[in-house]
């Protein structure tokens, strides 16, 4: 019942949005706010209804992606294909310097991101007042989200050597107050 | 709803969000096909030996029979003895020890021999790429932090995210087509796909995290560092005498009458320290399983906690269970594999995207197509050894992919090459259930190898009928216009 009424709740929330969405009348004007209103209700109703929270807000979280990927689904369009044949070409290689800079980028993303990453989150969480396996569970789950917003600001960046360089200074940082 | 980002972060975004994408796209596929299989790792198990023998439970008597006639046969056996109990998706026990590996018949004498290969192929696959070491736990940990790293580029590089939220259009322009396929399926699923990622990377960070916790905070001694997580052994010194694991498992129902006992482990056997650890499954809650302790008596010590002690033992412990799938049963699994095959779209869709915007084609194209559609093939051909040859060597899945490349190059068109190997994919697929069937009989056709076997030929169909699709697609383009080379 619990399941069911949960279920209920957030294909209501999923449909709100839709209808907003398509401009629906009733929907046009609360949609949007009903649709997240009534997701974070069925979050809760999820959260609550099986033997525990956090199986709940995992179902909660699988019920929003399969209710979305349903209503998106259902409004697929299918139109004419209209695919041009592309020209074949023969591969250029890069030249030597594009080949260098992208291993540097590379070495900034992979290595030099990742030990950042792991060093600052457990930085971060030794100075929680926290129980420390806690603190360490923390540093563990934060270091990969971490690493994804240096890889991601490594990348983005124009001038590479600036978020390298802050990179570096906050492993030897990291690395210091650990090691101190 | 108005919601804007400035157009240079947008470009930004996107220059990262391709290259990262670029970086990590094919592994990701990969890992997610495999990781899709992998979900079901337990019915695959059992379809490759159909015939051991399956019960519910293993009664105390039973296990502690099994567990006897180890001791009996290699007295000085040491290390760790491990019993796995019949559990959900895999009603069968074996005991893992150094004196061997194998099944237990439901009165706790010895089965047959425990052969795996294809299960143990994909999730090596999943795992680590079939890399040895830890290297490969390591790099597939660093594709689930760049899956992070793609999760929030895509959303900085999409400014109609809620423009387009809904929006799913097939046909028309391919690069429209393709962005369109990408962004419902991974905007809808960020959840899914944030969750996946964290803790698929958890796994091989975790071994490099241990190690800095211990050199950072005790002194060198890495075990120092799991064991703050996770838990430190009892410290026991008695006079050594055959553990009473019948009696452990007995006093489960008065311990924790609602949860299953799933293995039963005796940790340093034959020492003066040994003791038993007894892993029981809570339905509740997500952790892999709480950990009861007892002395070699099989008196009861203490649990580990990690059903109420601190939350951060149990969100660790809790990493496996939410990252395959395996809670809430089969719908959670079924679910699991949609999503997973829909994050290997998303990588997929991304890398075509990149093509299509080159605006030229050449052996890059041929390349990927072979790559992408050679894996199913590559997977059957994988299988196909496992029942055949018993072996789950990596070369059974690499070079039959490495073929599937050549083959796309040597075919030079992704439409055909596409086609034809999701044809020659489900002849496979039906060739696996055959060969199957025949090998192991009507154990083939029931229980888990039903529904592995059902899979397949559901998998055989979707294949064949989606080359068709693709053939008939590639038909109609070449109608329109031949493709135009250039030197």
Not at chain 1, 158 to 176: E, H, I, K, N
Not at chain 2, 147 to 167: V, Y
Not at chain 2, 271 to 294: K, N
């Amino acid at each position: 019942m619990g399941l069911a009424f949960s279920s209920l709740l957030t294909g209501a929330g999923v449909l709100c949005l839709y209808g907003s969405w398509r401009n629906w009348v009733s929907l046009q004007r609360w949609g949007t706010a009903v649709g997240w209103a009534l997701l974070l209700i069925s979050g809760i109703a999820w959260a609550l209804s099986p033997a525990s929270i956090e199986l709940g807000i995992s179902y909660a979280l699988l019920a929003l992606t399969a209710a979305a990927w349903v209503v998106v689904g259902f409004n697929r369009e299918q139109r004419p294909l209209r695919t041009p044949a592309l020209p074949a070409v023969k591969i250029a290689l890069p030249a030597l310097p594009t080949i260098a800079r992208q291993i540097l980028l590379l070495v900034a993303v992979v290595p030099l991101a990742g030990a950042a990453a792991m060093y600052t989150s457990t930085a971060l969480t030794a100075f929680l007042p926290w129980q420390q396996g806690n603190a360490l569970a923390l540093a563990m789950l934060l270091a990969p989200v971490l690493w994804g917003c240096a890889a991601y600001w490594q990348c983005a960046d124009s001038r590479p050597l600036r978020p390298a360089a802050t990179l570096l200074v906050l492993l030897a940082a990291s690395a210091g107050i650990l090691n101190l | 709803m108005k919601f804007s980002l400035s157009p240079s972060l947008v470009k930004s975004s996107l220059a990262s969000h391709s290259w990262i994408g670029l970086l990590v796209g094919f592994l990701m596929y990969l890992i997610c096909v495999s990781g899709s299989l992998v979900v079901f790792s337990g019915y695959m198990k059992r379809w490759e030996q159909p015939a051991v023998a399956e019960f519910q439970t293993l009664a105390p008597e039973a296990a502690a029979r099994a567990y006897s006639d180890l001791l009996a046969q290699k007295p000085d056996i040491s290390g760790d003895i491990l019993s796995m109990l019949p559990r959900e998706n895999q009603p069968r026990a074996s005991l893992v020890s150094a004196g061997g590996v194998y099944f237990l018949n439901e009165d706790g004498s010895p089965g047959g021999s425990i052969s795996t290969p294809w299960s143990n192929s994909m999730v090596s696959l999943h795992d680590a790429l079939h890399i040895p070491s830890d290297w490969g736990l390591i790099l597939v940990s660093a594709i689930g932090a760049m899956l992070c790293g793609l999760i929030i580029s895509g959303f900085l590089a999409h400014p109609r995210i809620f423009r387009d939220a809904f929006n799913f259009r097939l046909g028309g322009s391919r690069h429209l087509e393709q962005a369109d396929i990408h962004n419902r399926l991974s905007v809808w699923g960020a959840p899914f796909h944030l969750v996946i990622a964290v803790t698929g990377a958890w796994f091989g960070m975790a071994m490099l995290m241990y190690t800095l916790f211990g050199n950072t905070f005790f002194d060198g001694d890495r075990e120092a560092a799991i064991a703050a997580i996770h838990g430190s052994s009892p410290e026991l010194e008695q006079q050594v005498e055959v553990a009473n694991i019948g009696r452990a498992i007995s006093s489960m129902a008065d311990i924790a009458p609602g949860a299953r006992p799933i293995f039963i482990n005796v940790e340093a056997a034959n020492s003066p320290q040994q003791y038993i650890l007894l892993g029981a499954y809570h339905p509740e809650a997500l952790i892999y399983a709480e950990q009861y302790r007892f002395d070699q008596a099989g008196n009861f010590l203490g649990k580990v906690g990690y059903t109420d002690g601190e939350p951060g033992k149990q969100v660790i412990f809790s990493l496996y269970r939410l990252h395959f799938g395996h809670y809430g049963g089969l719908p959670v699994m079924v679910l699991y594999v949609i999503f997973g095959i829909a994050l290997a779209a998303v990588s997929l869709t991304g890398i075509n995207i990149w093509l299509v915007k080159r605006r030229k084609r050449d052996f890059i194209n041929n390349i990927w197509a072979g790559l992408v559609w050679g894996t199913p093939l590559a997977v059957a051909v994988s299988a196909l050894a496992a029942i055949t040859l018993h072996s789950g060597a990596p070369g059974y899945f690499w070079l039959p992919l490495l073929a599937a490349v050549l083959f796309g190059q040597w075919l030079d068109d992704e439409v055909r090459t596409k086609a034809w190997l999701l044809w020659i994919s489900a002849a496979l697929l039906v060739l696996v259930t055959l060969v199957h069937v025949f090998l192991f009989g009507s154990a083939g056709l029931s229980g888990a190898s039903l529904v592995i076997n059902i899979a397949l030929l559901s998998f055989a169909i979707l294949f064949a009928c989606l080359g068709m699709r693709t053939a008939r697609r590639g038909q109609r383009v070449y109608s329109d216009s031949q493709p135009v080379r250039i030197a």
